[in-house]
């Protein structure tokens, strides 16, 4: 056989053929290649949206023009018609339900007004009409910092992004009334850029990073529970952190566990209020429904808040995650049976059967709270001593933390059945606690008998009982509503107004 | 050895030679870096959103129970042994690679015949006892018939893509789209 360059010098073609073969071979690699490159550019903006607003864009109605389906779904946030055997999207008085919380709140804003509350797209709304935040004027301010704004809505990264984070929560909540006037939205979850999912919220990263974690490590189930987290969490207002603000602060840096939050609590030696009755030093539960959801079997399979709460639904062939965010009883196909190949009625079932049990023990938890706070006042009155009352009031403190723990997420008893009946049940052991210290204190100080349980069956009679004005409290929010409020959404609307100029 | 040497160059041209291959050689290894050839070898689903037509595949998975227990090979190529699986994987994965490049993708994307008996199969391996009655030990025509002569998903019709699936069914999904082959420490120096 000869070489290649013998032959070559014979027929000078088979030289010019193994050319062009090269070149050709060469060619269609360079279009293999150029084409790979051009179908992975493609996925880049196949799935991502040209948007046409900035960064910090609060206005959903502007991201509802590029996303029709998702704003569409999150419109019906609105709707307020659900009603599950406990909870539901309507506004409920949860007072108006227990007045026992009027007691044992009695000290705090929580004795004026307390509601389940409404959808996301209520939220600010919701904050502007509860006497909590009380009624400020141009003479007296709100009785909340503006930190209270921080979960409400897309204005207020916005406005972080601009002023900075101290000094958005700086001031009463009425200084900053015109600048937060859209509901919890698009921004507050999304990356305007990549529609990625986002932490706005400086908070959960202070909080993460006080457990040593690194949140930018979260996968993308991982984030579709963590948005929630920004503000389904337990939080308390920072005092110390920087001057003279009420800094929002997860107490995390110990775990997210009751016990442990507990403990960082006590550490600081923190407390929310003295109680009006009792005088102990109390804690109030925000809604830890994150921490919650942590210790049940559905964090454990993986299962993310959007998986039941944002079910993935189908709509004229598209496909598409509901923003239409609400309780999975109202949609138990997309969410529970997706998994759970069970009838309708008989998953009902299991969930109230959960929530009724758990109720039944935190029903009684609260009468005996009420009685703690009773009897420690008639303890007082009856010239109990500092020394004598103070592992009274610890133990009342940490019931009653033990309480609102489990009350204040609404969702907590389906969350996390088993830990939050274990919560309650120390919780009344707690409670009983309290009462066999109080009842030797009584004793010594004389006292015979019961100490009787106050006529507390309504709202009204237990605001009364804790020496409540409601009637001048109602009349000055209306007052505000009507004479302060419509000036603040002038003003927001007229400052959206010069972004459309901007633009 | 004789053949190869004769394949070989004079020595004077060494050079060229050297410079040429190479030069096939890297634009070979390109295409094959930025198609993320290896990761073909594994079981990510991942990888599968190399090409962004399957998204709706894999959000669709990603919404449903599946997808805890599940990656797209234990449904979609054969299990039983490991020479079968990568057979039909290379046999699959080489025409939907041609079909993609070629873009001759169809709106609409169907399982053929023989990808549905591989389904098929899967779903026996995993739920054979919801198919089988072992307390009875014996041969029932009820059994047989339903494993074969229908296919599950002909009852089972949501099961786990939903029944929709057209490329753009699933606009705006969250998936795992590949990310830009340039290297990190590149960029980096672009930017300055």
């Known amino acids: ?503 | 050895m004789g053949f190869i040497r004769k394949l070989l160059p004079p020595e004077k041209w060494t050079f060229p030679v050297i410079i040429t291959v190479a030069a096939f050689t890297g634009l070979a290894s390109y295409s094959f870096y930025i198609s993320n050839a290896p990761s073909y070898l594994g079981d990510k689903p991942e990888t599968c959103v190399n090409c962004h037509i399957m998204a709706p595949q894999y959000a669709t998975w990603s919404h449903s129970s599946h997808r805890e227990t599940t990656n797209c090979n234990d449904c979609h190529v054969p299990q039983n042994n490991v020479f079968s699986k990568y057979y039909f994987k290379a046999k699959d994965g080489l025409r939907h690679a041609t079909v993609f490049t070629l873009r001759r993708e169809p709106q609409v994307i169907f399982i053929r015949e023989d990808g549905k008996e591989v389904v098929h199969r899967n779903c026996i391996r995993c739920h054979e006892n919801l198919l089988t009655d072992s307390r009875l030990m014996l041969y029932s025509d009820k059994i047989v018939m339903d494993r074969k002569d229908r296919k599950c998903w002909e009852c089972h019709r949501e099961t786990p893509h939903g029944r929709v699936n057209s490329l753009s069914s699933v606009p705006y999904a969250r998936v795992p789209l590949p990310e830009s082959p340039v290297p990190e420490w590149l960029k980096k120096t672009r930017e300055k």
């Open chain 1, 1 to 503: 056989m000869k070489s290649v360059q013998d032959i070559v010098k014979e027929k000078p073609w088979v030289g010019w053929l193994l050319f062009m073969v090269t070149v050709i071979v060469v060619f269609l690699l360079g279009l293999l290649a150029s084409s790979i490159i051009e179908r992975r550019a493609e996925a880049v903006f196949a799935y991502s949206p040209k948007i046409t607003f900035s960064d910090f864009e609060p206005r959903d109605a502007k991201w509802g023009e590029i996303f029709p389906r998702e704003y569409s779904s999150y419109l019906k946030t609105s709707e307020t018609n659900f009603k599950s055997k406990h909870g539901g999207s309507a506004m409920m008085d949860v007072l108006e339900v227990s007045p026992e919380l009027v007691v044992l709140w009695a000290g705090y804003s929580f004795s004026r007004d307390y509601n389940q509350g409404r959808g996301h797209y209520y939220a600010i709304e919701d904050i502007w009409k509860t006497i909590r935040t009380g009624a400020p004027s141009e003479q007296v301010p709100s009785p909340q910092p503006n930190t209270c704004w921080t979960c409400k809505s897309p204005d207020v990264p916005r406005l972080m992004n601009e002023i900075g984070v101290a000094e958005f929560y700086r001031g009463t909540w009425d200084t900053k009334g015109s600048e937060i006037i859209n509901p919890v939205g698009c921004a507050d979850c999304h990356d305007s850029r990549t529609m990625n999912l986002r932490i706005s919220r400086p908070a959960l990263l202070e909080a993460f990073e006080s457990m040593g974690k690194d949140i930018t490590k979260a996968s993308h189930q991982e984030m579709r529970s963590l948005v929630c987290a920004q503000c389904h969490v337990e939080y308390y207002f920072n005092g110390n952190k920087v001057e003279g603000v009420q800094y929002l602060t997860l107490p995390w840096s110990e775990g997210t566990t009751l016990e442990e939050m507990e403990k960082y609590y006590d550490n600081i030696e923190f407390a929310d209020w003295i109680h009006g009755l009792s005088r102990a030093p109390m804690l109030k539960a925000q809604h830890p429904d994150y921490e919650v959801y942590l210790t049940g079997v559905h964090a454990s399979r993986g299962v993310s808040c959007a998986d039941c709460h944002m079910s993935f639904i189908s709509e004229g062939g598209q496909k598409f995650t509901s923003h239409h965010i609400q309780s999975p009883l109202n949609n138990i196909a997309n969410s529970c049976q997706v998994c759970h190949r069970e009838e309708t009625a008989r998953l009902l079932e299991d969930v109230y059967m959960r929530q009724d049990k758990i109720l039944e023990n935190r029903a009684i938890l609260e009468e005996l709270l009420v009685r703690c706070h009773v009897e420690a006042k008639t303890a007082w009155e009856r010239g109990a001593t500092e020394t004598e009352m103070q592992p009274v009031l610890n133990d009342i403190r940490r019931a009653q933390w033990r309480w609102d723990f489990t009350a204040a997420g609404h969702g907590n008893s389906f969350h996390s059945p088993v830990e939050t009946g274990r919560i309650i049940t120390s919780g009344i052991t707690l409670a009983q606690e309290a009462r066999i210290k109080l009842s030797r204190i009584l004793v010594s100080s004389g006292y015979q008998g019961e100490v009787p349980y106050p006529d507390i069956s309504t709202k009204e009679k237990a605001q009364e009982y804790i020496g409540l004005d409601m009637e001048s409290l109602r009349k000055a929010k209306n007052n505000f509503l009507e004479e302060v409020l419509p000036e603040w959404i002038e003003a927001g609307k007229q400052r959206e107004r010069s972004y459309d100029l901007t633009e």
